[in-house]
């Protein structure tokens, strides 16, 4: 705001949103993102506002400003990365050193035949090498298709084969709360019926003893080390895609979102300076795994400004409760950035293992994945913080590339909620007939493009169009259901389609419905969201099995491991019923808004659309009688 003269947070908002070339102009010259050859003009909406075109004319690879840029202005020396295992086997790399191992494992995947728009995937623990790996596919030109390391082979094949992956990077294991979970078999399993994936490259991390397959897997410790210490960068364009985000939605396949070079990392750079006061030189954790956003956002966004970043590949509490808060001190975290789920999760440890820890280092918490209720936040701000740590909420999504709405530290703060909209995102919400709306609860939308929207989904256009652009004539509804109260605080409340959020995850009930009916006794199923205390939200199954098959706790318990073994334990229902039949339209569509409504006897709503309305009252009996949060009927 001095840079540019904006005398105060609303002239910003203001300018930022009607004047969207010079924000973002402003923006790309205050990140100091490096173009090697310069942009002719920012934006370009002769396409729409749903398709714009950013830094026309220009050309970057975003790995130059993330390194040699650091290298010039004197870094090298400084650690861009600390890391450590639950084994506690801490160790960090220098700007130099991480600019050495990039450069070595580009070598490699060109040694390899794999180049400029090959997509490439990571299923790895959240260990140094894949940060490596991830800034080695860009500085190819290659695409980063980043998966949760959680995810079971059937999630890992969708991904693989709708982004037409060429190679993947993975891991022979890795360790949670002592258990070692093997990685490089599913990835195997799931690499079955995937001839594209031309190469593997595997890390030795647990020294699990597993197969590999001649002519296709390589080990990292044989391929990389071998390589030289410096690699040019592809020559890309602004507009080149950088990464493949998947994100799940209530209909069909998965969703890619497609990210690019001067896209994702520079509202990642832009969310985490404006809001959680990230300068050169400070430290910022934030708990995620590089499958989810937030984890490429941690990356690139800390990398652009100078700074250094924390990786812990391991539970919170493990091997002790006071886990986190020994690493805040030890790496001496300047930014804490977790979701409400954990802080529920770690409340009932007590405080004692808070206290053991010198937090004097952490000036800002941060949160992301899912609301908040009012108790957890207090105990985090006052209880953890003194109350002298903001608590930076942080609310948007994958095809965001961040936020659209973040606290700051220049804005009053109030529990649970949002001090504003992200500076350059025109945010609003909306009634039914799409307008403005205060004080009640309404559809949260954007009313202009920002350089960090995702640019399509992967080779399904009219998909994205119609997701986000088709309700109001160019509205982006972002399917989340908003508040702003009178003293102009914003609220998320809740996905306002059929969208599940687990544990601040996304996942598709049509993902997971697909995999439910492969089990030969079950015809048809619904997949919805219940409240939980810990997680937030907990999956539940509801089933209609064929003729003949009987519901009892065993099928239950199958099926929920098949779900398991197809997503990833994390993702495992905790919840199965079974119903004579699902309450549908006349068109067919499956109610899962009334299903969870009837389950937790809340207001369905109207329901003179439903063909078979009576079984709202089925599972509104099963809500009634069930004995606690795990229940198989």
Partial sequence: MSAYGVADYSELMLRSTRDVPWFTASLLDYLGIEFQTPYKDVLDLSAGIALPLWCIGGRLNITTSC?????????????????????????????????HSVNQVANALRSLGLGKGDVIALYMPMVPEIVVALLAIARIGGIILPLFSGY???????????????????????????????????????????????????????????????????????????????????????EDTLMLIYTSGTTGRPKGAVHTHCGFPVKAAQDMAFGTDVHAGDVIYWMTDMGWMMGPWLVFGALL???????????????????????????????????????????????????????????????????????????????????????VNYSGGTEISGGILMGNPLLPLKPCAFSAPCPGIAADVFDEDGKPLRGQVGE???????????????????????????RWPEVWVHGDYAAIDGDGAWYILGRSDDTLKIAGKRLGPAEVESIVVEHPQVAEAAAVGLPDAIKGSRLAIFCVLVPGAV???????????????????????????????LPKTRNAKVMRRMIRAAYLSLDPGDTSALLNPQLLEEIQALGNARPGQDSHT
């Avoid at 949260?444 to 652009?469: C, N, S």
């Avoid at 706790?553 to 199965?576: C, F, M, N, S, Y």
């Fill in 551 to 581: 519901g009892n706790p065993e099928l239950a318990d199958a099926i929920r491991g098949h779900v398991r073994a197809a997503l990833g334990k994390p993702l495992t229902p905790q919840v199965v019923h079974f119903l004579s039949d």
């Fill in 152 to 238: 079971g082979e059937r999630a890992v094949a969708t991904r693989l084969q709708d982004g037409g992956a060429k190679a993947l990077f993975t891991a022979d294991a890795f360790q949670r709360r002592g258990q070692i979970t093997p990685m490089k078999p599913v990835a195997d399993r799931a690499l079955r019926d995937l001839p594209q994936v031309e190469a593997v490259i595997v890390l030795r991390y647990q020294d699990l003893t597993i197969e590999m397959q001649a002519g296709r897997d390589y080990w990292w410790h044989e391929l990389i080390p071998a390589q030289d210490l410096s690699a040019v960068p592809e020559d890309t364009a602004a």
């Fill in 305 to 391: 400004l100078g700074g250094t970043f924390i990786l812990y590949d391991g539970a919170p509490d493990f091997p002790r409760p006071d886990r986190l808060w020994e690493l805040c001190e030890r790496h001496a975290a300047n930014v804490l950035g977790l979701s409400p789920t954990l802080i529920r999760s770690l409340m009932p440890l007590g405080l004692d293992p808070v206290r053991t820890h010198d937090l004097g280092k952490v000036h800002t918490f941060a949160s992301t994945g899912e609301p908040w209720n009012p108790g957890p936040w207090m105990w985090l701000f006052e209880q953890v913080g003194g109350s002298q740590r903001p608590i």
């Fill in 444 to 470: 949260l939308v954007i009313k202009a493009p920002w350089i960090g929207m995702t640019r399509a989904f992967w080779h399904d256009q009219e998909r994205y169009l119609k997701t986000y652009w088709s």
């Fill in 67 to 99: 390194l040699e840029k650091n290298l010039r202005l004197g870094r090298g020396d400084s650690p861009a990365l600390r890391w450590e295992s639950e084994s506690n086997q801490p160790m960090q790399l220098s700007y130099s050193e991480l600019t």
